[in-house]
């Protein structure tokens, strides 16, 4: 629950709570219109998720802390949450019911619930929920009390809310809302409404000890990892990592700052099938620094990584064929670039285009010349090394590259290479097609310095070839040579 604030504008403190002062051991006068660079020192920390302990004895607390912006990054509150809530501030960003949390009458947090049911209410004052009624919380001034109310919000006109009202202080309050809700629930029932948050979000939350060992999970953890409360109370958080090194990479980053955000790992279910996974985790220590619990939210990810990876693949690699298209091939002509010019090499650029290619797709038809061409790629891919790169631009036109190219002589034994790919027919459902490159070279740094220099040179070398007969190669360079015929 939010028990302290600090108010900053323009990078200024203008605001702060007496309880937090207290705690802090210093006077309001002392902080009040200081930089905020002074809360580092004075807090641990001003980013969102850290937690650390603040007074000691009876006074202390271990507190966490959450900033949200107001319009700029200069203006902010510092909001900071009592972690008895079990995991802290994560489990009002995931809970099923709106939460709004005000300061000084106006939204400054809303969680995902509240935005998927009002839109977004940042900065807008409760008359945009609740038009006239909401004078009825304005004018609230008990610690805690309970209102029935109905929705004025355009689309949702008459959608009855009950709604808990929690003042933290005169400038902050936390508005539970939640439908068919008794007006003014009792303590325990307070305590049930905090216990569903971590029950009822649909993300997988767990609460571990220092060791690994399961405090509690809730039931969407048991459903995503295929396994039971039984189960769970014998084993070890370390048994939910695929990877050892990905576990140790999440051990380092909080030991550095007791805090992570969606940090992407893999996990394994009971089963042992392993599933990307989204892992926010915050580390809750003793006044002494010794590792108390740690508390996390787990999503999965598999399908939207799926779903990134095939945007990927469409994005720079050819449908057709699989091979790369013109855009990660200049991406790795650059990049091939760079290492020449580091390494003193050279490189070596090849267009080519696929001789009579067009009276095959109107003999067999465009459905047999697309399986010709992926078997020119296929084959493209075996004449060159692993490290050279095979991209399909268009149409007929593959565009080839061969780095670590020491001198002239060893682009010509690639080019031959690929010309000697061609000597056997493909065969395509069982029909023998014969067919010949076009092959334009022009060597990096000889021929061009940037990618778009050195394929034009390529282009027009290529043409050269295919006016000249067709069925080889020609460096752009010998273009200006006389004597020089296509090989």
């Known amino acids: ?82 972690p008895l809530l079990g995991v802290g501030a994560q489990v009002f960003e995931y809970a099923p019911e709106p939460i709004l949390i005000l300061f000084d009458g106006r939204v400054v947090y809303e969680n995902r619930s509240s935005i998927s049911l009002f839109g977004h209410l940042r900065g807008e004052g409760l008359d945009a929920l609740f038009g006239d009624d909401c004078r009825l919380l304005d004018s609230q001034t008990s610690v805690e009390m309970g209102f029935r109310l109905k929705l004025k919000r355009k689309g949702l006109e008459g959608m009855p809310l009950s709604v808990l009202c929690h003042s933290v202080s005169r400038e902050v309050r936390i508005l539970y809302l939640r439908k068919q809700q008794r007006v003014e629930p009792d303590a325990e029932e307070k305590k049930d409404i905090i216990a569903s948050l971590f029950e009822e979000t649909r993300e997988a939350v767990y609460v571990a000890r220092g060791d690994g060992s399961f405090l509690h999970v809730n039931q969407a953890f048991l459903e995503l990892f295929g396994t039971t409360m039984e189960e769970v109370k014998k084993a070890n958080i ?69 779903m990134e990876e095939s945007l990927l693949q469409m994005a720079y690699y050819d449908a057709l064929t699989g091979l790369p298209n013109r855009r990660l091939a200049m991406d790795r002509l650059n990049m091939g670039i ?26 067999f038809g465009h459905a047999m010349g697309d399986k010709l061409l992926r078997e020119v790629g296929k084959r493209l891919k075996a004449s060159l090394r692993q490290q050279d790169t095979v991209a399909r631009i268009g149409g007929d036109e593959f565009l080839l590259f061969v ?56 282009d027009i070398a290529m043409y050269f070839v295919k006016e000249k007969g067709k069925n080889g190669y020609v460096f752009f360079s010998s273009l200006f040579d006389s004597r020089e015929e296509p090989c």
Do not use: C
């Open 403 to 458: 780095l670590d190219v020491r001198e002239r002589r060893d682009a010509e034994v690639a080019a031959r290479k690929v010309l000697r790919a061609f000597d056997e027919p493909f065969i395509v459902e069982g029909i023998d097609m014969r067919i010949t490159p076009s092959i334009g070279i022009a060597l990096f740094p000889d021929d061009g310095g940037d990618p778009e220099m050195l394929v034009a040179n390529a």
């Open 1 to 82: 629950m939010v028990v302290y604030f600090v108010l900053v504008e323009n990078g200024k403190i203008v605001r702060i709570s007496d309880g937090l002062v207290r705690l802090l051991g210093v006077s309001k006068s002392e902080l009040l219109g200081r930089e905020a660079s002074v809360l580092r020192g004075l807090l641990g920390a001003e980013q969102s998720g850290s937690t650390y302990f603040l007074g000691s004895g009876q006074e202390g607390a271990i507190l966490e802390v959450e900033r949200v912006e107001l319009g700029s990054p200069e203006s902010y509150v510092l909001l900071l949450f009592d």
């Open 238 to 306: 370390k048994e939910g990592y695929f990877d050892e090194a990905e576990m140790e990479r999440l051990r380092h980053i909080l030991r550095r700052s007791d805090s992570v955000k969606d940090l992407e790992v893999r996990l394994r279910k009971r089963s042992g099938e392993p599933f990307q996974a989204a892992i926010t985790v915050t580390v809750r220590r003793t006044p002494y620094g010794k590792v108390a619990f740690y508390e996390g939210i787990i999503r999965d990810i598999t399908q939207r990584k799926r």
């Open 338 to 363: 760079a290492s020449a010019k580091r390494n003193g090499r050279r490189l070596a650029v090849m267009l080519m285009d696929l001789d009579g290619f067009k009276l095959i797709n109107d003999r």
